[in-house]
């Protein structure tokens, strides 16, 4: 039997490294690991059977069994599942084939994990766990319907050895050479208990030989003299195999819910909410559905979330991460919906296009927003922490799912010029603080609360004690596109366009001024405006300013920079958009300039001036200017004539 040594991929070595010195205070969720991983192998054989008989016919009785040998200190675990070939081994156990991985180790390198040992079940390393208590493992495992199989052993050292052969049966066994601490797992009555605790509700019989010594004993417990010595083996099953999602729901216990929670999420925190229920009516089913109160690393790649919604059709498994129940902006939601009324050969494909399916992801869509209504208006503290990890995700409903629009935009939340840093608002509680003669709803956008927050649009609104939400969320910009009307009320970007602000007789006044302003700096306006003819659209006078002299805004119609920065970056054409650069009346700087200029109109100091009164309005926003080298000698030059 030729037996090949081979190297673990470097992530896999690190997060070996991470579970088996650091992770884990509690070291019994190894079994856990393990059960989870054979049941889900019985899972993909069961459903792979229902089309192909003879794949269980040597063996169709499911279960997993785990032995334990006193002699040796070893541990087994065994299953009758759909084993694995050659590739899949290698691709399973010796790499970690999710991307974003090596991004990941980074941050854990960093050492976030050390308050954060959740984060690292975000992975699945459920197998590695097996290292938490094992100095060897072996694993001997055979494809269903195949006639190869494979051995595999690691010290967990960096190595691991492959060799052909060594288990007659389809399914998987795993072999635990236990380390000196950890020697009690081969104790039964130890074993019984983890499985009780953490695998009851596990849809197969977790069996173990159990022994038995009846051999008659005397007044001080030793075997009776000339006594024959009486010991039976039998099997017993330790767990109780009830789904859990088919109990009626006054009689789980929260521990239930939240290990349960753990084996179909494969996840390592206790869920923040439990959703469960059965639908009645012209469609049925059952739905145990889970908030996670951590958002997994990869929540935004495409082939993250594998362990989303488990399908199950007259109690037999399906799939999991049937993306066709749930939409995506609600891919954070785990656990398990059951029907009846589906054929048990569906494929992924059909799914996509059933009918029933699209009920019931209907259903369990308005569940869900509505559970999430609840709780954001009854445990405001839970809501709070679901929306700082999955605010961002549900948001993206709003761009795709217009039927429930509007009531996603009753969940959404904003920081805003009247929030503390990291404290929320939301539209509810915007528009009942609306300041009389408010007509819209304002928003400005940015990259960060602290860019949003000095910037000069806010100026006149700060002054009118008008809040403006702070929009700062990358995702924020998609969703604004096609967000509509708020109750009536639109929504408005105070860098963008015209404002229109006050009653009318306040904005009749302000005309009045304005006509007078315009008439006073009207050439000079014109002057400035061709100066800077190459960058700007357009010069005009500013309403939105107090304190700054000077700022951009994005014409109606116009793409923002904000957005521009984003079409960059999915490497999409950006097309060329000049902005309005607008000045403040009543600056100083204005009414210097135009005093330069009527005592000289072709003095170079107004070309200088404007464009440092453009390259400022960049600067407030974030945005290099185009020549920094010239925009120093300027303010160089304007310091020595200061003197
Ligand atoms: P996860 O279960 O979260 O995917 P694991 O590290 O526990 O992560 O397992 C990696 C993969 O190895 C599983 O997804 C599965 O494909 C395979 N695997 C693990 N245990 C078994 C088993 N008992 N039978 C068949 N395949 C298994």
């Not at 792979?48 to 279960?63: G, N, T, V, Y």
């Amino acid at each position: 039997m030729a037996t090949e040594k081979k190297e673990f991929k470097t992530e896999v070595q690190q997060l070996l490294d991470l579970v088996i010195h650091s992770l884990y205070s509690n070291k019994d969720i190894f079994l856990r690991e393990l059960i989870s991983n054979s049941s889900d192998a019985i899972d993909r054989l069961r459903f792979k059977a229902l089309s192909d008989k003879d794949l269980i016919k040597d063996d169709p009785e499911f279960r997993i069994k785990l032995f334990v040998d006193n002699e040796a200190k070893t541990l087994r675990i065994e299953d009758n599942g759909i084993g694995m070939t050659r590739d899949e081994l290698e691709t399973n156990i010796g790499t970690i084939a999710r991307s974003g991985t090596r991004q990941f180790m980074e941050e854990l390198k960093k050492g976030k994990t050390a308050d954060n040992p959740e984060l690292i079940g975000q992975f699945g390393v459920g197998f590695y766990s097996a290292f938490m208590v094992a100095d060897k493992v072996t694993l001997k495992t055979r494809p269903a319907g195949s006639d190869e199989s494979w051995t595999w052993e690691s010290s967990g050292d960096g190595s691991y050895e492959l060799s052909d052969g060594g288990r007659d049966k389809r399914g998987t066994e795993i072999t635990l050479h236990l380390n000196e601490e950890n020697r009690d797992y081969i104790v039964e009555f130890r074993l019984r208990q983890i499985v009780k605790k953490y695998s009851d509700f596990v849809e197969y019989p977790v069996v173990m030989d159990i022994t038995r010594d009846d051999t008659p004993l005397d007044d001080e417990g030793k075997p009776k003299e000339g006594a024959e010595k009486k010991v039976t083996i039998t099997e017993e099953t330790l767990n109780s195999m009830k789904a859990i999602w088919m109990r009626p729901k006054s009689e789980v216990k929260k521990e239930e819910y939240s290990e349960f929670y753990k084996h179909v999420s494969h996840d390592y925190t206790d869920p923040l909410k439990t959703i469960h229920y059965s639908a009645e009516g012209k469609i049925e089913f059952k739905a145990l559905l889970y908030l996670p109160a951590k958002a997994p690393f990869d929540m935004f790649q495409q082939e993250g979330t594998k362990h989303g919604i488990h399908l199950y059709v007259k109690r037999i498994f399906i799939m999991d991460n049937c993306e066709a129940l749930l939409p995506r902006y609600l891919r954070f939601v785990k656990g398990v919906v059951e029907s009846n009324d589906l054929p048990l050969n569906v494929s992924r494909e059909i799914l996509q296009e059933d009918a029933i399916i699209k009920q019931i992801e209907k259903s369990v869509t308005t569940k869900i927003l509505s559970e999430l209504k609840t709780m954001m208006k009854k445990s405001e503290e839970d809501y709070l922490s679901f929306y700082r990890e999955f605010g961002k995700v549900l948001k993206e409903g709003i761009e795709v799912d217009q039927a429930n629009k509007d009531k996603i935009k009753e969940l959404l939340l904003f920081e805003s010029s009247k929030t503390e840093p990291g404290k929320y608002v939301s539209l509810k509680e915007y528009t009942e603080r609306m300041v009389l003669d408010q007509k819209e709803i304002y928003y400005i956008t940015g990259t960060s609360r602290a860019a949003v927050e000095n910037s000069p649009h806010l100026e006149v609104f700060k002054k009118k004690e008008i809040e403006v939400l702070f929009m700062i969320e990358p995702v924020d910009e998609f969703i604004l596109a096609g967000f509509g009307e708020y109750d009536g009320k639109k929504l408005k970007s105070i860098a963008q366009g015209d404002i229109d602000l006050g009653s009318e007789e306040e904005k009749k006044l302000a005309d009045e001024q304005k006509k007078e302003v315009s008439g006073k700096y009207k050439k000079l306006i014109k002057k400035v405006q061709d100066s800077l003819k190459e960058d700007v659209k357009e010069v005009r006078l500013s309403d939105r300013l107090t304190d700054s002299a000077s700022c951009l805004v994005t014409d109606e119609g116009d793409m923002n920079p904000q957005m521009e920065r984003i079409f960059a970056a999915m490497n999409q054409p950006v097309p060329e958009t000049k902005r309005i650069l607008e000045l403040n009346p009543s600056h100083p700087v204005i009414e210097t300039m135009n005093e330069l200029f009527t005592a000289n109109k072709k003095d170079p100091k107004i070309a200088d001036y404007s464009e440092l009164l453009y390259d400022q309005a960049l600067l407030t926003e974030g945005i290099a200017v185009k020549n920094p080298a010239r925009f120093a000698q300027l303010i160089s030059d304007l310091m020595v004539q200061a003197k």
